[in-house]
C-alpha cells in the first residue's frame, strides 16, 4: 500500500538503531515495534513490500507521540517527522472522517470552544467531571478580555489555551510589556494554529489553519507565541516571523528591571517542540535565571513528557506510562515547582499531580512581587 | 503452525500479553543494525526478571525450540538475528540498576541497562563504567558482555572483560547458574572469562556485577589536522612508540568527516584528508605534559593543524560526532557495512591502503573510521541495496578486506563479533582443532545447542547446530 512518502526519504534511515534511547515510548515498552527505527521499518514495509495493515501496525504508528526526540538523535538527519505524519495522515483519510476530527472542530470556533469549557468549569464545581479524562483541576469561570498596548509584537493566543489558560496569556503580555515593548494579542481573528490537527493526521487542515493570517495582520511585527507546540507549528508552516516567548524575551532580558528573585528550587521540563523541533529550549534557562534562586535540569536528556498535544487523550495508557518515567525524573530533582512552557504538557504533567508554571507566569510574579 | 500455538500459549502463562507474536514485530526482528537478515522470528518474549527467562527457558526446551537473546538490537555482526524462527528472549525492560557499591566499586545491573544510562546514572557519584562503545546512548550492558565490547577508551582502560566481576545466567537447561564472583581472586577456573565474548550461545545473561571507575580529575583532548590517513595512522604509532598510554586515539577520513561535522557542527575540518581525535586523562601536571607531546609527535608527522577542546561542551560535541560517525553514513548512502578488524598497530597504514584499494576495484564507496590506538579498522562500505547484485559486490569486498587484514597478522574482530557475519572466516584464522575445542566449550555450557544456534563457529564443525536449526539459513546477505 503506498503511504506516499517518497522513496529516497524512506531509504534514509540505515537502521542503526541509536534513536531507540530517544523514544519515549521504546523506553517504556522495550518493544521495538514502539521505536522510531521499527516504526521506519514497519513504513517501508507497508510501502514497499506490501505488507499487510494490521492492527498490530496501526498501533505502532498510532501509539507515536510525535515528540520528534528521535530526530536530533539521528545522525544520518532522517526527517522522522515528515515520515511519520505521511503516514498517519494516510492513515487518517482512510479511515474516513473520525472521531479525532470531531473532537477536533471546536478549535477552530473560539466562541463556543469559550462557551463549553465555561460549562465544563461549572460541572467541574459540581463534581461531576471524571478524574481520569485529565483535565486541568479548576478551568477558569471568566476571562479578563484582551487589551493592546502597542504594536512593537502580536501575541498569538492560540484556541484552547486562550479558553483555559488566559491567565499565561496576560502574564506574558504583562512580562513583554515591562520590557518596554508594546503588545497585541491576536485573539479569535486567527483561532487556532493547527497543530493537533496535523498531529492527528488531518494534514491539509493543520496546515490551512496555520496559514490562515488575519488580512489586518502586519507581517512586519513578529509574532510571540507562549505555546511551544502551537510556536513549532506556525514556525513550520506559516511564512512569517515567528518566536517562541521565551526566545524572544533573551533578546530583550537587559531591558527587564532587576527584582528580588522568587526563593524556588525550579525544574525545567522542556517541551518537545520547544526542545526537539523549534530547537530553542536554551532560552527559557536563560530568562528564568536572574527571577529564582535555583535552576534545576533534569536528567532524562529532554524525553517527551506524553502530553503530545491531543496525544494523551487519545492514548491514555501510553501517555500515563511515559508520564510515570518523566514524574520519576522531576522527583529525583526534588524541585518545588516545574516549569513548562507549553500548555499540554504542564495540564498532563498537573493531572500526574506535579506542580507546574509557564515560565512567563513565573517571571510575571517575581516583576510584581517587588 | 498448531505446535507454535501451543508454545505461544504456554509462554502467554508465563509472560500474559508480553508475548508477542504478530506479524509486524516478528518481521522487524529480523535485523539487527548489520546487513543480516535472519528470517522472520519466532514468538517474541518482553522478560522482566531472571525468574521469567528461565521459565521462558523451560518452556523453550518442553518444546524442542531454540532461543535468540536480544538487548537494543544494534549488534553489527547478525549476533541476535532469528535463525530458524527461535524464541526471542527480549532482555530490553530489565533495565533496573539494583545497586551501586562506591566503596567496593561495583554495580550491580539487569542486562538491558543501556550502557550510557549506567555512565549518567553514576557520574554525579564521580564514577563512570569505562567500555564505552560508540553506540553507547543505546546499546546494553548484556549486549557488551556477550560481545565484549570496546570502545574508544578502552586503549586505556581495557575491553569490557576487564570490567566484568560476576554474571548470573540462565543455562541452556533452565539452570540459573552465578560465574565468576566479587573477590579479588576467585578460586577455580574463570568461568566468567570464558562467558564474556560467547555471544549469547553459552547461555542468557540475567545480572551483572560491573567495575566502575572513577573520572579522571583532568581531561584534555586534542584534535589534529593531516593530509592523509597515512600521517594520521604514523602518529598514533609514533604516540604509543613514545610510551605515552592516550585514553582514546581515534581516526576518521575525510569523507565520514565531512558527514559527521553536518551533523554536529562543532568544527571538525571539511578539507582535512584525516582527523586524529586523541585524549588523555589523569592527573593535572601529566595529561599537559602528554598533551604537548602529543601535539609535537603529531606535527613532525604531519598535522596541519592541532586544536585542542576549551570546554567539557566542546569535547562532549567532538566525541558525539565520533560516536555517532556510522550513523551518519546515509548522508552518503542508503546502506553500509561496518567492518571490524584488528591488526598490528605498526601495519595500520599499509592496511589502510590496502582498505582503500578493494573497495575501488569493487567499485564501492568506502570510509574509515577507527580505533587507531588499537588498531582496530571500522571500513564502511557505502551502497545502494536496491541495486541489483550490490551485496555480492560488498561481500567479496568485505571477504578481501578481512584477507588483508589477516595477512597482516590480525583478527577478525576488534569488539562487534563473530555472529553470523565473521562466521565463514573463522577457519581461515583458526585451525580444524581450535575450531573443535571451541565448540566444545560451547557444548560444555549448552549441549543441546539450543542458545542462539547457528551463530560463531562455522556450521561445519557444529552440527548440532544445524540439527537444532529449524530450516538452515541459506542467504542470510541483505
Request: net charge negative; proline share 6%.
Amino acid at each position: 500500500m503506498d503511504l506516499g512518502i517518497d522513496e529516497d526519504r524512506l531509504a534514509s534511515c540505515v537502521q542503526c538503531g541509536l534513536c531507540l534511547s530517544s523514544c519515549p515510548t521504546y523506553r517504556v515498552t522495550g518493544d521495538e515495534t514502539y521505536s522510531p527505527r521499527g516504526r521506519i521499518a514497519l513504513m517501508r514495509e507497508v510501502q514497499l513490500h506490501d505488507a499487510p495493515l494490521t492492527a498490530e501496525v496501526r498501533r505502532a504508528f498510532d501509539t507515536c507521540i510525535q515528540c520528534l526526540g528521535c530526530e536530533p538523535a539521528c545522525p544520518s538527519v532522517v526527517p522522522y517527522g515528515q515520515l511519520i505524519e505521511r503516514t498517519r495522515e494516510h492513515l487518517t483519510r482512510e479511515r474516513g472522517r473520525n472521531v479525532r476530527s470531531l473532537l477536533l472542530w471546536p478549535l477552530t470556533k473560539p466562541r463556543l470552544l469559550r462557551i463549553g469549557s465555561t460549562l465544563l468549569a461549572g460541572a467541574q464545581r459540581l463534581h461531576i467531571v471524571p478524574k481520569r479524562l485529565g483535565l486541568p483541576t479548576s478551568l477558569p469561570m471568566r476571562r479578563r478580555r484582551h487589551v493592546s498596548s502597542g504594536t512593537d509584537v502580536y501575541l498569538f493566543t492560540g484556541c484552547v489555551m486562550d479558553a483555559w489558560q488566559r491567565e499565561v496569556h496576560h502574564a506574558t503580555q504583562r512580562v513583554l510589556e515591562a520590557a518596554g515593548l508594546g503588545v497585541t494579542p491576536i485573539g479569535d481573528d486567527w483561532p487556532c494554529c493547527g497543530a493537533l490537527h496535523t498531529h492527528a493526521g488531518l494534514h491539509e487542515q493543520g496546515t490551512a489553519l496555520a496559514r490562515r493570517t488575519p488580512g489586518s495582520l502586519d507581517t512586519n511585527i513578529p509574532i510571540v507565541v507562549n505555546s511551544a507546540g502551537c510556536g513549532a507549528h506556525l514556525k513550520q508552516h506559516s511564512d512569517l516571523t515567528v518566536f517562541d516567548a521565551q526566545e524572544f524575551l533573551a533578546q530583550h532580558l537587559d531591558a527587564l528591571p532587576r527584582v528580588t528573585p522568587l526563593d524556588m528550587r525550579l525544574a525545567i521540563q522542556d517541551p518537545c517542540h520547544l526542545r526537539h523541533v523549534q530547537r530553542a529550549h536554551l532560552p527559557t534557562r536563560q530568562v528564568l535565571a536572574p527571577f529564582v534562586t535555583e535552576l534545576v535540569e533534569l536528567d532524562d536528556d529532554g524525553l517527551c513528557c506524553g502530553a503530545g498535544g491531543a496525544y494523551s487523550i487519545f492514548e491514555p495508557d501510553m501517555a500515563t506510562q511515559v508520564r510515570s518515567r518523566k514524574i520519576a525524573s522531576i522527583d529525583r530533582a526534588k524541585p518545588t515547582c516545574v516549569a513548562s512552557a507549553n500548555p499540554g504538557c504542564s495540564m498532563h504533567l498537573a493531572a500526574g499531580g506535579v506542580t507546574t508554571e509557564h515560565p512567563m507566569v513565573i517571571i510575571d510574579r517575581a516583576l510584581r512581587q517587588s | 503452525m498448531s505446535n507454535d500455538d501451543e508454545l505461544i500459549k504456554d509462554l502467554r502463562k508465563v509472560l500474559g500479553d508480553r508475548v508477542r507474536v504478530d506479524s509486524a514485530e516478528r518481521a522487524l526482528l529480523r535485523r539487527d543494525a548489520s546487513v543480516f537478515d535472519g528470517g522472520v522470528a519466532g514468538p517474541i518474549c518482553l522478560c522482566e526478571s531472571a525468574n521469567e527467562v528461565q521459565q521462558v527457558m523451560l518452556t523453550a526446551i518442553t518444546h524442542g525450540r531454540t532461543v535468540v537473546p536480544r538487548g537494543a538490537g544494534t549488534g553489527l555482526a547478525g549476533g541476535a538475528v532469528p535463525l530458524g524462527a527461535p524464541v526471542v528472549i527480549s532482555l530490553a525492560r530489565m533495565n533496573r540498576i539494583l545497586d551501586v557499591d562506591l566503596e567496593s566499586r561495583i554495580a550491580w545491573v539487569e542486562p538491558g541497562v543501556v550502557n550510557l544510562d549506567l555512565t549518567k546514572h553514576l557520574t554525579p557519584l564521580g564514577f563512570h563504567f569505562a567500555p564505552d562503545p560508540s553506540s553507547q546512548q543505546v546499546c546494553t550492558i548484556g549486549g557488551n558482555v556477550a560481545n565484549n565490547s570496546g570502545g574508544p577508551h578502552c586503549l586505556a582502560y581495557g575491553v569490557t572483560n576487564a570490567h566484568v566481576l560476576a554474571i548470573e545466567v540462565v543455562l541452556a537447561d533452565g539452570t540459573v547458574v552465578m560465574l565468576g564472583g566479587l573477590d579479588a581472586e576467585p578460586t577455580g577456573y574463570d568461568l566468567r572469562g570464558a562467558y564474556v565474548g560467547g555471544e549469547g550461545m553459552l547461555g542468557i545473561t540475567t545480572k551483572v556485577a560491573v567495575r566502575i571507575t572513577p573520572n579522571p580529575p583532568a581531561v584534555r583532548t586534542l584534535l589534529l589536522s593531516f593530509n592523509t590517513p597515512r600521517e594520521a595512522a604514523a602518529t598514533v604509532s609514533a604516540v604509543i612508540a613514545a610510551g605515552i598510554v592516550p585514553a582514546a586515539m581515534e581516526v576518521m577520513d575525510q569523507r565520514i568527516t565531512i558527514a559527521v561535522e553536518n551533523y554536529v557542527n562543532v568544527g571538525y575540518p571539511r578539507d582535512a584528508g584525516a582527523v586524529l581525535l586523541a585524549e588523555v586523562d589523569g592527573l593535572e601536571g601529566g595529561v599537559e605534559l602528554d598533551a604537548e607531546r602529543i601535539e609535537a609527535i603529531g606535527r613532525a608527522n604531519g598535522a596541519t593543524q592541532v586544536r585542542r577542546a576549551a570546554s567539557n561542551e566542546e569535547r562532549m560535541l567532538l566525541w558525539k560526532g565520533r560516536k555517532t560517525a556510522f550513523g551518519a553514513v546515509a548522508q552518503i548512502a542508503p546502506n553500509y557495512y561496518l567492518h571490524d578488524t584488528v591488526v598490528p598497530r605498526s601495519r595500520l597504514a599499509e592496511v589502510l591502503e590496502k582498505v582503500y584499494e578493494i573497495a575501488d576495484e569493487h567499485n564501492l564507496a568506502v570510509v574509515n573510521v577507527f580505533h587507531a590506538g588499537d588498531g582496530n579498522l571500522h571500513p564502511l562500505l557505502l551502497f545502494d541495496g536496491r541495486e541489483p547484485g550490490i551485496y555480492e559486490r560488498v561481500h567479496a569486498a568485505g571477504s578481501a578486506i578481512v584477507a588483508a587484514s589477516l595477512d597482516a597478522g590480525g583478527v577478525l574482530s576488534g569488539e562487534h563479533g563473530i555472529g553470523i557475519e565473521k562466521q565463514a572466516f573463522m577457519d581461515r584464522m583458526f585451525s580444524a582443532d581450535d575450531l573443535d575445542h571451541q565448540e566444545r566449550l560451547r557444548r560444555a555450557f549448552d549441549p543441546s545447542c539450543r542458545s542462539n544456534p547457528g551463530k560463531v563457529i562455522p556450521l561445519g564443525h557444529s552440527c548440532a547446530d544445524i540439527q537444532s536449526l529449524r530450516s538452515v539459513p541459506h542467504e542470510v546477505w541483505g
